[in-house]
């Protein structure tokens, strides 16, 4: 089809398919589409594709099924516009995208697709990663860690390289937390010295060991940081309102007042 067709072809359908979505980003990229949408590159949209993943998350988070259907169809855009812009450079399709993840799933579950016989989810795990690291050459543990991607959450690659490091680990969720309160002296010593590297470096440290609790005691790091901070918000709101309904500003309200309402509200 040419341009007009395709161009009519979409304006025309009553019910629009995954295929109709990769049309539709053809057009937009092609000659005489849209400006914006030709000039983008991967780089450009990259915060994008992470802020539509969050927001997928959220939908997920919020038990909104309407809402999640609509996050997963943009975060579905960003992957057909990514494999676009690589069809029209003659990497890849997203034909060969499918492709790869489909023979990677056929690949990764023996258990269902061949003779492999399994118990447990466990050893569903195990063989899974065991398959993983064969396909990328992971010989060692150092190996696995550097696979962990950089650009991930730093709580969530901390945990991630942890898990992947348990030869290496505390023994127990008690002598985690007894490291916690040294990396927090070797902090306070490091923020006395005025030393701003130092402070970071040793303010990385107790990060690093604080996700080594939450993964020994089983605990989503990034849940609870995100759950402590919508319960700060609706704290906060609660002490704003108390202070706007006396007539006051928050801005120039005496902080130690400011402290009285939220223990108060605390």
Known sequence: M???E????????EHYSTEDLRLIVEVLRGEDGCPWDREQTHKSIRAGLIEETY?????????????MCEELGDLLLQVIFHAQIETEKGNFTLCDVTDNVCRKLIHRHPHVFGNLNVSSTEQVLENWDKIKSEEKSR??????LRAVPAALPALMRAVKVGKRAACLDFPDAGAVVD?????????SAAIGSGDTERIEEELGDLLLTVSSLARKVGIDPEAALNRATDKFIDRFEKVENEVLCAGLDMNKIDVTELDKIWDKIK
């Open 2 to 4: 040419d341009r007009e």
């Open 179 to 187: 490291k916690i309160h040294e990396e927090t002296d070797e902090l």
């Open 55 to 67: 927001e997928v998350i959220e939908a997920i988070d919020k038990d909104d099924t309407i809402l």
């Open 139 to 144: 010989k060692t543990i150092t190996d696995k």
């Open 6 to 13: 395709k161009i009519r072809y979409l304006l025309g359908a």
